[in-house]
């Protein structure tokens, strides 16, 4: 199985400042026929389902703001969220879909500082 | 509009057997693969089973649900569903369905609210 990890566990950012959350898989999810990386991003607010918010690790998902960004390629991804407003508190989950046996990071958890 | 909508939770002894439901509406149901997550209180999500789009149904598990779990489909009734037997206590968590885009390699969207399943004596 490829396993995900996501650093930090969790961060405390201002108001209108940069969060940015890391991804790693054990091993890479870019698929050489199609130079794809299988990775997306989500968003799970308290008492919510998840929430796509990026797909082909950089592809942000019709209606996600222009904040959210994802870049990175193989094993090491990233979601910055360029400008933090008080309704991006969540946790961000990446997820793997490289291999059917899907596996998602841990989770990282957003405050406001 | 896209929905899915979860059923069948609720409380169930440990050895028991719970069918979980996910009713599709607003799209293409026949086209799509579909998948189920789960999440226990507290932690993250834990994908469970996946069963591909048409009517070639390939089917995928998670290591901790095979050979107790089973996902199927009926197309004509737009339904997803999960039948889980053997239930342990570390089966409780809230399960959603979700859509996938594409065949099976692929991302999931939309989710459903979810449906708590409790394994408790």
């Known amino acids: 199985d490829i396993v995900m990890t996501q650093s930090p566990d969790s961060l405390a950012v201002s108001l209108g400042e940069r969060a940015t959350i890391k991804c790693k898989s054990s091993?890479?999810?870019?698929?050489?026929?199609?130079?794809?990386?299988?990775l997306a991003w989500y968003q799970q607010k308290p008492g919510q389902p998840p929430k796509l918010l990026i797909y082909?690790?950089?592809t942000r998902e019709s209606g996600v703001p222009e904040r959210f960004s994802g870049s990175g390629s193989g094993t090491d991804f990233t979601l910055t969220i360029s400008s933090l407003q008080a309704e991006d508190v969540a946790v961000y989950y990446c997820?793997?879909?490289?291999?059917?046996?899907?596996?998602f990071g841990p989770g990282t958890k957003v405050d406001i500082k | 509009e896209v929905q899915l909508v979860e059923s069948g939770g609720g409380l169930v002894k440990p050895g028991g057997s719970l069918r979980l439901s996910c009713a599709a509406s607003?799209?293409?149901?026949?086209?799509?693969?579909m998948n189920w997550v789960r999440q226990a209180p507290g932690k993250g999500l834990e994908w469970v089973s996946s069963?591909?789009?048409?009517?070639?149904?390939?089917?995928y598990y998670a290591d901790s649900v095979k050979g107790r779990f089973t996902i199927s489909r009926d197309n004509a009734k737009s339904s997803l569903y999960l039948q889980m037997n053997s239930l342990r206590a570390d089966d409780t968590a809230v399960y959603f369905c979700?859509?996938?885009?594409?065949?099976?390699?692929?991302?999931?969207?939309?989710w459903g609210q979810g449906t708590l399943v409790t394994v408790s004596s």
């Open positions: 979700a859509r996938g885009i594409g065949d099976i390699l692929n991302w999931f969207d939309p």
């Open positions: 607003g799209f293409t149901f026949n086209s799509y693969s």
């Open positions: 069963i591909s789009s048409g009517n070639n149904h390939y089917i």
């Open positions: 091993q890479s999810v870019l698929y050489s026929s199609n130079n794809r990386n299988y």
């Open positions: 082909w690790a950089s």
């Open positions: 997820q793997q879909y490289y291999t059917t046996l899907f596996t």
